[in-house]
């Protein structure tokens, strides 16, 4: 009865488009835990079921190669059997790369990959699910680079927002100019590249950040609101929201999954606004 994930960096040509690959093994008869909101995933199941279940909605389970749109809130995963899953989460910028939809279609859903880019989307099941992690991670990495070589650039400004949800100001009207736009209009493009509104964006992206901090011990859970919450009360809220636990859970036996996901990010350097190292 184990639980063993893995993260492996990626190419630099693809530092800027998707988070770290992992790879995750599970042999737990049937797993159902507290994972947190997350970015949008690709992710390849090699062995076993394993399925996601959004707060206060019904399980969806995964395709053998699935795209999991963006999260305004928590999931919970889970897993039946000897479950072997190979992903990797997607930024912004590679959403506009890889994905033909419009982020704001597919918030909270679970969709076939194959659907989306054909039969090569299948290509990392070819591999062995004994053979190494890192040769399991290889395999992705090779089809996202290939897929790299016929896409179109994103556009700029979804750059922009990513560094404005992690900056140190997160003035609407500030990122709204910046952008040459109005809120409305702002609202609209955030929507389109990222899934949800900026402030939305914004608070997400704190808790995440606050929770990594927590996990790795750099900061007491009575403390981590001080910097980006009005009060303890407001932080509690929102982190409940995208984690799907209280931070007190989030240290005890209920938060073992998220929290174990959180602490290796502190082990993994990204240079990417919404990376969480």
């Known amino acids: 009865m184990a639980y063993h994930q893995t993260f492996w960096p990626v190419a630099p040509a693809l530092r800027d488009l998707v988070d770290h690959i992992w ?23 090699l062995t076993g079921q394993l399925g996601w279940r959004p707060r206060g909605g019904a399980e969806h389970l995964c395709f053998p190669a699935s795209l999991l749109g963006p999260t305004a809130g928590s999931h919970r995963m889970t897993a039946d059997g000897l479950t072997t899953v190979l ?9 506009q790369t890889f994905v033909p939809a419009t982020a704001d279609q597919l918030v909270g859903k679970l969709v076939d990959l194959q659907q989306v880019w054909g039969a090569d989307a299948l290509e990392p099941l070819a591999e062995r699910p004994e053979e190494p992690d890192v040769a399991l991670a290889a395999r992705v990495e090779a ?27 997160r003035n609407i009207e500030d990122l709204a100019n910046a952008l040459g736009v109005s809120e409305r209009q702002l609202a609209r493009i955030a929507r389109r590249a990222h899934g949800l509104p900026p402030r939305l964006l914004a608070n997400k992206h704190r808790v995440l950040k606050a929770a990594v901090m927590i996990a790795a011990g750099a900061t007491d859970p009575k ?28 240290l005890k036996e209920d938060g073992w999954l998220v929290r174990g996901v959180m602490a290796s990010r502190t082990q993994i350097a990204s240079p990417h606004p919404l990376g969480l190292a």
């Open 23 to 45: 790879v995750m093994r599970c042999d737990m008869g049937q797993l159902d835990a507290a994972a947190g909101a997350l970015l949008p995933q690709f992710m390849w199941q």
């Open 87 to 95: 992903g990797v989460g997607v930024y912004p910028e590679g959403w």
């Open 143 to 169: 089809l996202l680079l290939r897929r790299l070589a016929a896409a179109e650039p994103f556009e700029a400004r979804v750059a922009v927002i990513s560094r404005w949800i992690n900056g140190p100001a």
């Open 223 to 250: 403390d981590a609101w001080t910097e980006d919450f009005a009060d303890q009360s407001h932080f509690i809220r929102e982190f409940r929201r995208f984690m799907g636990i209280t931070p007190a859970a989030f």
